[in-house]
């Protein structure tokens, strides 16, 4: 798994590039460009001085001891991504990016978003490097997340509405697909997950595979061994990825993803992301198509299937291995369970993350088992307003 994705850019039967043949060159650029920065001394010192300086890196990792307690008898450690300027880990892939798109000589960024925190990861990314930032979002997003629109706008960018279709997050992608098409020779596209054609699962896993390499080396000074568990929320995959891929050399550490469950049964509702409609899958996001992540009794183990010939290039990256070796689970997230985790959690003093669906949902299904559990997790303040005037009433 570590050795993937292959030189055509798949990870065993998934991966690839499905794509307008305009957009090839585009991408073997990027890919081209990325193999060569990676062994350019230059431009690591670049982006380490800038995660340190700029970003805030290395995030700390907080023992949550009042919320352990609530759950069971173990140890739990939040690898602190919210505290990364901007308030999440998307920044780690978007500075990354913009950078290559730089020594690139792209002087225009697109991007899309859906929660509003890559979009303003993008367009904070831009203003540090002088790039031009134009970001798609649905105008459902746009109205749910008014206070990341303002401050993408307060960094320089052009938030684009998008009013086809659902109007939410795969409509954004869509446009800025349609926007690349036609600019490609100035344009650079930062995508923000672990999703779309080759390189940029790769690329993505890469830039946010910081979290896991901090997480390890922290918790190994911490607790003198590594951990048992590591538990991410799985959303488009990349803060998942990002802490599972150093893990993986270490078979004895579970690797646990949790996808939202969401309110309710229909697409669209808060955190049903693409579970409508199956029933015995677990379903994991594949950019707005569906892979099934997780089949069987007791939800274990993960076994990303990419359904058609989208879901194949579309990668869901939290885990698509079959190794046997190590065991890598999915859950999903109660919506319930998942606001009852977040309060806990806050009111034992841990951070209050305000994460929406899919970060509360890292919380909120950690799986209870007894023993020593020591469970990094990678979040951030996402859906504040959105979320914050149901708490009380939650509370009571
Ligand atoms: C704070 C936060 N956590 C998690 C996610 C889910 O994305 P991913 O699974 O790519 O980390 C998002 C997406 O915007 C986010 O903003």
Not at 56 to 84: S, V
């Amino acid at each position: 798994m570590r050795a993937l994705p292959d030189r055509r850019g798949y990870f065993g039967e998934f991966g690839g590039k499905y794509v307008p043949e305009t957009l090839m060159a585009a991408l073997d650029e990027f890919e081209t460009a990325y193999r060569k920065l990676r062994r350019d001394k230059s431009f690591a010192r670049e982006l380490e001085s800038i995660a340190h300086n700029y970003i805030g890196r290395p995030t700390p990792l907080t023992e949550a001891r009042r919320f352990a307690q609530l759950c069971g008898d173990f140890r739990l450690f939040l690898k602190r991504e919210d505290l990364n300027h901007t308030g999440a880990h998307k920044i780690n892939n978007a500075i990354g990016q913009a950078l290559i798109a730089k020594r690139m000589g792209k002087r225009r960024i697109i991007a899309e978003t859906g929660a509003g925190q890559h979009g303003v990861a993008t367009a904070t990314a831009c203003a540090l490097f002088g790039l031009e930032c134009a970001v798609y979002m649905g105008e459902v997003d746009m109205a749910r997340q008014e206070l990341n629109v303002f401050r993408m706008r307060l960094l320089g960018a052009e938030v684009v509405p998008v009013s086809s279709g659902s109007r939410t997050l795969k409509d954004a992608i869509n446009e800025a697909l349609r926007d690349w098409v036609t600019n490609v020779r100035t344009t650079h596209y930062i995508l923000g997950s672990v999703l779309g054609p080759h390189p940029y699962p790769m690329i993505v896993r890469d830039f946010q595979s910081v979290i896991g390499r901090e997480a390890l080396e922290q918790i190994r000074k911490r607790t003198k061994k590594k951990p048992d568990v590591a538990v991410a929320c799985v959303g488009g995959g990349s803060n998942s990825i990002g802490l599972f891929y150093e893990m993986l050399p270490h078979k004895s550490i579970r690797l646990v993803g949790v996808e939202a469950g969401g309110r309710g049964p229909n697409l669209g509702g808060p955190g049903v992301i693409c579970g409508a409609g199956l029933s015995q899958a677990v379903q994991g996001l594949v950019d707005g198509g569906c892979g099934e992540l997780a089949l069987g009794e007791g939800q274990h183990p993960v076994i990303p299937r990419g359904r058609g010939q989208r879901g194949r290039q579309l990668l869901t990256a939290a885990a698509a291995d079959r190794g046997p070796a190590q065991q890598r689970e999915g859950y999903v997230a109660a919506h319930r369970g998942a606001d009852r985790a977040q309060l806990l959690l806050g009111q034992a003093g841990g951070p209050q993350f305000v994460a929406g669906e899919q970060g509360r949902g890292g919380v909120g299904a950690a799986p209870g088992e007894p023993g020593g559990h020591r469970d990094p997790l990678g979040d951030g303040d996402v859906d504040a307003a959105w979320v914050g005037p149901a708490v009380p009433e939650r509370c009571a």
